[in-house]
């Protein structure tokens, strides 16, 4: 399950039994806003897990986190992003450019990968 702003702060995580969370927040809050805005995350249920093994795979720029999940019993890999770009008028500037140009990086750098999932809010 892919998560678009999550609005959570450095350091929080999201719980949901029988899941595993991995997030990518936002480091810091603009001085204006009354609390944190945007985040990505994903959650990846237990009995998922079982079957595969899931690393971390990108959450070099805000607003982007991707996971790698690997068949324990096959070669099968698929990569999930999930990406949130602020809205035009948003305090935190809006670089579509900028996580477009890095999403297709991506792309390039995945070798042996099945299948690529991107989902999320673009605004």
């Known amino acids: 399950m892919c998560l678009s702003e999550t609005h959570l702060a450095k350091g929080q995580e999201i719980y949901v039994e029988n899941y595993v969370f991995f997030g990518k927040n936002r480091q810091s809050r603009h001085r204006l806003a009354p609390k944190t805005h945007g985040g990505v995350g994903i959650l990846v249920r237990n ?13 070099s720029i805000e ?22 770009l602020p809205p035009e008028n948003s305090p935190w500037g809006r670089s579509p450019d900028d996580i477009f140009a890095h999403l297709t990086g991506q792309m390039y750098l995945l070798e042996d990968v099945d299948d690529i999932v991107i989902c999320g809010d673009f605004n």
Do not use: T
């Not at 009995?47 to 959450?59: A, E, T």
């Open 47 to 59: 009995d998922v897990l079982d079957d595969f093994s899931c690393v971390v795979h990108d959450r």
């Open 63 to 84: 607003g982007v986190i991707a996971i790698k999940l690997h068949r324990k019993r096959n070669d099968y890999v698929l990569v999930v992003f999930a990406c949130y």
